[in-house]
């Protein structure tokens, strides 16, 4: 393979496809399909959620290049930005209150270069102001990067101004907890750099897809709005009750979620607020006895880290999938160490699954028996 037959592949429409590293006509279909659903001009496929985001950002940076980054990040990508970029590349990161948008702004120096959040953040279900974020890095001159894992079609950060949109579609979109997957979604001229062939990171590193993953997850996308609306639409009922019966749960679908009226107005229509919730047992003990009980005694769900799953996915987020976060680093993200996880599936009837929990929570005196639950009114 020299060169010169390499430089006849490039470009988004091709003829011909020389060797999939590079493109393949399976995986560059998936990536029209999730730029489609994500608004943005291109997009490409990788090997995994946290390819993308490292791609992405190798691509963005170059050494000793600054990040903003919310402190409150799925735990690969937290020591992707605190640990390993700094010690491999001289890419430093300053994390911030995402929801502060002064400590935002003043984070920013003149080596900043990206801007990085999610745009609901785990496990705490932070929401984030994405045109405000957006607002203040672009007037810096910064590419703001958005990971929108926990809420694909509920939410659209591209069509609000971010640049670049990063998905593990090993999570909802793939729905099935088998695939490890993710996809880079942003404008074509950036797309064709982490392909180029002397500079591209994703070209370079390789971590692009499979084309047998690709033909998987394209078969799945026209499912995804079903399910996800199937997901928040459980979560919503579960978190009303849960709550009704004095538990302290975290959902942004709740009047008392200080994000609340700021999903509202950024949501797309009838998707609700997301599929995760998040209980405060405020003890790792009593966390792991709800998860124990649901799982092996009323077969409730499944104690896993994943999220997205058509099964309920219980995880407790401190000591599993943020373990990555030192306890202080934990306590300043809002993880409290009984924060019980909930990834809502949709297997079963709601009041089948609802009855469950609730008889769960009666048998280990999280609730008092013969209390009563309040819906939504
Ligand atoms: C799982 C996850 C990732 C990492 O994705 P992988 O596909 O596991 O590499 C990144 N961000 C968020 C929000 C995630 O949930």
Redesign the pocket.
């Known amino acids: 393979m020299n060169s010169a037959s390499m430089e006849v592949s490039k470009g988004a429409d091709r003829d011909f496809y020389i060797y999939s590293r590079h493109f393949n006509p399976t995986v560059l279909n998936l990536g029209r399909q999730i730029a489609a659903m994500e608004g943005t001009e291109a997009a490409y496929c990788t090997a995994?959620?946290?390819?993308?985001?490292a791609s992405v950002l190798l691509q963005l940076c170059s050494s000793g290049d600054h990040i903003v980054a919310s402190s409150c990040?799925?735990g690969?990508?937290h020591a992707l930005l605190s640990h390993f970029f700094l010690r491999a590349c001289s890419i430093s990161t300053t994390f911030v209150d995402i929801d502060d948008l002064q400590s935002v702004q003043s984070a920013i120096t003149g080596s900043t270069k990206v801007l990085y959040f999610?745009a609901m953040?785990?496990p705490t279900l932070t929401v984030a102001d994405i045109p405000a974020l957006v607002q203040i890095g672009h007037e810096n001159g910064l590419t703001v990067v958005v990971?929108n894992?926990?809420s694909p079609l509920l939410l659209s950060p591209a069509r609000m101004g971010a640049d670049v949109v990063?998905h593990?579609?090993?999570?909802y979109i793939s729905g099935q907890s088998d695939i490890?997957?993710?996809a880079v979604c942003a404008p074509a001229r950036l797309v064709s750099e982490m392909m180029g062939l002397q500079q591209g990171s994703l070209m370079l590193l390789g971590p692009t897809m499979c084309p047998t993953v690709a033909f998987n997850i394209s078969g799945r996308l026209p499912h995804l709005a079903l399910r996800m609306r199937e997901h928040c639409h459980r979560a919503l009922i579960f978190a009303t009750r849960m709550q009704s019966l004095g538990l302290k749960v975290i959902y942004p679908g709740l009047d008392d979620h200080p994000q609340h009226r700021l999903l509202k107005s950024m949501a797309n229509e009838g998707y609700g607020f997301g599929g995760i919730v998040s209980v405060d047992l405020e003890t790792t003990a009593k966390a792991n006895k709800l998860m124990h009980h649901l799982q092996n005694l009323s077969r409730f769900g499944l104690m896993a880290v994943?999220?997205g799953y058509y099964e309920t996915l219980m995880s407790c987020s401190g000591s599993s999938?943020s373990s990555e976060m030192t306890k202080e680093e934990q306590q300043s993200a809002g993880i409290s160490p009984g924060l019980l996880r909930m990834s809502v599936g949709y297997t079963g009837s709601v009041e089948q699954r609802w009855r469950q929990l609730f008889d769960a929570l009666v048998a280990l005196n999280l609730v008092a028996e013969g209390s009563h639950w309040k819906d939504r009114e």
């Not at 593990?168 to 999570?171: F, H, L, R």
């Open positions: 995994s959620g946290m390819s993308a985001i990040l799925y690969g990508t999610e953040s785990n990971d894992t926990f990063v593990s579609v090993s999570k490890i997957a993710g994943s999220l999938t």
